[in-house]
């Protein structure tokens, strides 16, 4: 499975941007797809999941700001992110777990909020 993220960049504090994460190779596999990141100096850290069934799963951080969505049909997770805050600032990871609990991850993007 190959992941590539798309989508981050510089947002000023309250602003909005659009992650993207298209998987290829053994996509029939995946089971849950989701998005982590890692500020400077800081540990990754789970930011959000979603499953083939569309279950999700936020950090209480970004709770009623982000939005995770699933297209099975283009094998693609997105990212919807508002009300940017500083703290937001980090490298964000695609990530996906098959059936079997394998893990991959993506090229991280670098998402950067001003204040």
């Known amino acids: 499975v190959q992941l590539q993220a798309f989508g981050g960049g510089l947002v000023e504090s309250g602003g909005s941007l659009r992650l993207s994460c298209a998987a290829s190779g053994s996509i029939s596999s995946i089971n849950v797809m989701g998005w982590y990141r890692q500020a400077p100096g800081k540990e990754r850290e789970l930011v959000a999941t979603i499953t083939t069934d569309r279950r999700t799963m936020y950090a209480d951080s970004v709770k009623d700001r982000f939005i995770i969505s699933r297209d099975n049909s283009r094998k693609t997770v997105y990212l919807q992110m508002n009300n940017l805050e500083p703290d937001d600032t980090a490298v964000y990871y695609c990530?996906?777990?098959?059936?079997?609990?394998?893990?991959?991850w993506g090229q991280g993007t670098l998402v950067t909020v001003s204040s």
């Open positions: 990530h996906a777990r098959l059936l079997s609990g394998e893990d991959f």
